[in-house]
């Protein structure tokens, strides 16, 4: 257990001390933040035409408002924390990498339900909105990075209930 804390904490400072460089942030972080800005509008669109992707920001050129897609908002920092618990968990590679792909579709596919009800919250109700985005979706989306990770630990093949037949005590 303290060889899973001390590397998912190392982990951590490595990925988020990467994240945060210029380079990182020009020519990944900020691409990836467009693209979730213009996913919202594909699907927003699909019900309602007054929806625009501006860089990163999503708004309603009809009444003006819009949200900015911002860093802690884009997901990138809980597929960071997500990642690293992962890695840091003693599995097979193979596993890992099928938590990471699945893990990342997950808490993408949250935090687009996320932008987009802050996009209407934020037309609708200003009160409702700031808690939603202070209060609400900041634990939804780390309780998301948590049951993906639990998820994925049970799902471990090394995690098998069965003891193996050469161990001893063990009758067939």
Not at 1 to 30: I, K
Not at 69 to 91: D, M, R, S, T
């Amino acid at each position: 257990m303290r060889r899973f804390f001390l590397v998912f904490v190392a982990l951590q400072l490595l990925m988020f001390g990467v994240e945060l460089t210029q380079p990182v942030q020009q020519h990944l972080v900020l691409p990836w933040t467009t693209l979730l800005a213009q996913a919202c509008v594909a699907i927003v669109t699909q019900f309602d035409a007054n929806a625009a992707a501006l860089g990163k920001v999503l708004w309603n050129p009809s009444t003006g408002f819009g949200v900015s897609i911002e860093p802690g908002c884009n997901g990138v920092e809980a597929c960071i924390v997500l990642f690293a618990a992962i890695v840091a968990f003693p599995a097979g590679w193979k596993h890992r990498l099928w938590g990471i792909g699945l893990g990342f579709v997950a808490v993408q596919a949250l935090n687009v339900v996320r932008v987009i009800s802050l996009f209407y919250l934020g037309q609708w109700n200003p009160a409702a909105f700031k808690v939603a985005h202070e209060f609400l979706w900041q634990g939804l989306i780390m309780l998301d990075v948590l049951i993906v990770w639990l998820v994925w630990v049970r799902a471990n093949p090394a995690n098998s209930l069965s003891p193996p037949a050469s161990a001893p005590g063990v009758s067939a």
